[in-house]
């Protein structure tokens, strides 16, 4: 159980990288056009989307900040379910 916990762990991490990424890529103009943005890009989108559509700010966009804060719910939500079944 203690493998499936850290494998979980692991893919948030990864995951909140690709976000920051998002992020920085989004501030460089030249690297929005390489390989490696768009993998982000495909990556991030379908949680960022969503997130942009709850929280319209003009201007300014803070569904990264809000994805992260959503995934830490999330992996902590699943981690300690995995913990409560592997106990039982």
């Known amino acids: 159980m203690q493998l499936l916990i ?5 893919l948030f ?3 909140y990288y690709l976000i920051i990424a998002h ?4 501030w460089v103009p030249d690297l929005q056009r390489t390989r490696l943005a768009e993998i982000v890009h495909v990556l991030t989108e ?11 700010l003009p201007g300014i966009d803070i569904s990264p900040l809000l994805a992260i ?5 999330a992996q902590r939500f699943l ?10």
């Open 6 to 10: 850290n494998v979980v762990s692991l």
């Open 13 to 15: 991490t990864i995951y």
């Open 23 to 26: 992020v920085i890529i989004s």
């Open 46 to 56: 379908p949680v960022l989307v969503p997130l942009r559509r709850l929280v319209p």
């Open 69 to 73: 804060i959503v995934l830490q719910i």
């Open 79 to 88: 981690i300690n379910l995995l913990i409560r079944t592997g106990s039982v």
